[in-house]
């Protein structure tokens, strides 16, 4: 019993991921490596109405990464996240599906906190730091 709670405890240590400015208001993602389910996967973080979001990189419709470019997740009009798949649209403050093939899905969180100009994302028993040190996918200018 105290064995689990420690390493549940442990799966919420945050993970830095970037400063705070590195994300611009509606702006290109910062994407960085997890482990989902013991399986390597992407996830990605962005501001959206001044507060930073993140999910992982995979549509609710097919388990494929959604990006049309690296860190380019909303549509044009900076209103929805969208798959470049099949043009699955997003709300980006819930991640719920609006339209398109992803029906009732939604995009899995990943919750983050912001404090002292940076950003951490917290691990779960599900998603957590992927081995090694941390590779972030930074903003290009
Ligand atoms: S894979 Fe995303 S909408 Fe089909």
């Known amino acids: 019993m105290a064995e689990s709670s420690t390493a549940a405890a442990a799966a919420r240590v945050p993970q830095a991921l970037c400063a705070s400015a590195a994300l611009e208001e509606k702006g290109r993602a910062v994407l960085f490596d997890v482990l989902h389910y013991r399986e390597p996967a992407r996830a990605f973080a962005l501001r959206f109405e001044g507060r930073v979001v993140a999910y992982l990189n995979r549509c609710a ?12 997740f909303l549509d044009s009009g ?6 470049s798949i099949h043009g699955a ?6 991640g719920r599906c609006l339209a ?11 919750e983050v906190e912001e404090r002292d100009g940076a950003v951490w994302w917290l691990p779960t028993r599900d998603t957590r730091p992927a081995p090694g040190p941390t590779e972030v996918t930074p903003v290009q200018p």
């Open 61 to 72: 419709h097919v388990p494929t990464e959604l990006d049309w470019q690296p860190g380019e």
């Open 78 to 83: 900076r209103e929805f996240i969208l798959c």
């Open 89 to 94: 649209a997003y709300e980006p403050r819930s």
């Open 100 to 110: 398109g093939p992803c029906g009732n899905g939604r995009l899995t969180v990943i």
